[in-house]
């Protein structure tokens, strides 16, 4: 859906992206990562012909982006940081004025409105003005605006980050919906935790240039350590040695009665552990599987390692 080479895009003398390829499929919902000043907005801009770049290739859709910006704008939606309404007006009022701007069928824009402010929840705050909305309501409403027109692609841009944990689980669901919709989806954001819930690939911009590109389950096959905590009925120092001496074991960690254990080795760990733990005379009170985070690795890119 979105093919692009080798993208440069330079401010004066500080070369934002140095060169950076990627592509994203059909249906997908990409997660572009990086710190902030990274250039997750300028590429946004530049992929949704808002900015100007100095050199590479952006297919979007079969389509050159360059020839053809005006027709691939009409099938894009883009939700940007901080999106601006006009605070007098009230949400159906915006989303009227939004309609007609557009070009939507003026005999359909009663009906899409109905529709837009059931997805994103906003039926009954409709004939309230914008300027009493939440930050969530009115993140609510931008997306709503973005997905007017139905677009093939939509760009959200950090859509998320100033929105408490209900604010944000409301808003991935409706993200998610839109991905059942055939809703192509690039999306920038901080949180790392709501890209693990909703993004099927990542990418990490660091430094100009793209450190790691992932279908997400096979970043965390290949990059997430499997970590077991174990709690035992006392003091487990004894435990250490023969539990070092099998090959899966990595490193282990004690304090008293807790034993946090790191493995190189799942599929051998997962056959083994259990049975060479049920050989110690001290009784298991708990034991649990912890997964290192994303947020492990993205540390970990952007530290160089
Ligand atoms: N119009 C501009 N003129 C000059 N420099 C710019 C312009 N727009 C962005 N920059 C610079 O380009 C770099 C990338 O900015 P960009 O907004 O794309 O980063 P970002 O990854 O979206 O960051 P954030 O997460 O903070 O929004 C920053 O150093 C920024 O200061």
Redesign the pocket.
């Known amino acids: 859906m979105i093919q692009v080479k080798n993208l440069q895009k330079q ?2 003398k ?1 070369e ?1 992206l140095k060169g950076i390829d990627f592509s994203i499929q059909p249906g997908e919902i990409y997660g572009f990562l ?12 530049i992929l949704t012909g808002l900015t100007s770049y100095r050199e590479g290739e952006i297919i979007i859709d079969g389509l050159p982006l360059q020839s053809n910006i005006e027709k691939l704008q009409k099938i894009i939606g883009y939700l940007p ?1 901080d999106p601006q309404f006009y605070p007098y007006m009230k949400g159906i009022e915006y989303l009227e004025y939004i309609g007609k701007i557009s070009g939507y069928p003026r005999e359909d824009i009663d009906q899409r409105n109905r529709e837009l402010l059931q997805l994103v929840d906003l039926t009954e705050a409709a004939s309230r003005k914008i300027g009493g909305y939440s930050r969530g309501m009115r993140q609510r409403l931008g997306l709503a605006v973005s997905v007017y027109n139905r677009p093939k692609i939509l760009f959200l ?2 859509p998320s980050s100033a929105l408490d944990p209900q604010g944000r689980r409301e808003l991935l669901d409706i993200i998610l919906g839109l991905k059942d919709e055939k809703t192509t989806i690039f999306l ?1 954001t ?1 949180i790392l935790s709501d890209v693990e819930k909703i993004c099927d690939r990542i990418a990490i ?1 660091h430094e100009g240039t793209i450190h790691l590109e992932e279908r997400l389950e096979v970043l965390q096959e290949r990059y997430l350590q499997p970590v077991y905590e174990i709690q035992w009925e006392g003091n487990c120092s004894a435990l250490k040695e023969p539990l070092l001496q099998q090959s899966w074991v990595d490193k282990i960690n004690i304090n008293n009665n807790h034993m946090t254990l790191y493995v190189h080795d799942r599929k051998k760990a997962q056959g083994k552990l259990l049975e060479v733990l049920s050989e110690f005379s001290l009784p298991m009170i708990s034991l649990s599987l912890k997964r290192s985070s994303l947020e492990d690795i993205f540390v970990k890119v952007v530290n160089g390692k």
Not at 34 to 45: F, P, Y
């Open positions: 401010f004066g500080h934002v990086g710190q902030n000043g990274a250039g997750k907005t300028t590429t946004m801009n940081e841009d950090e920038s901080h911009l």
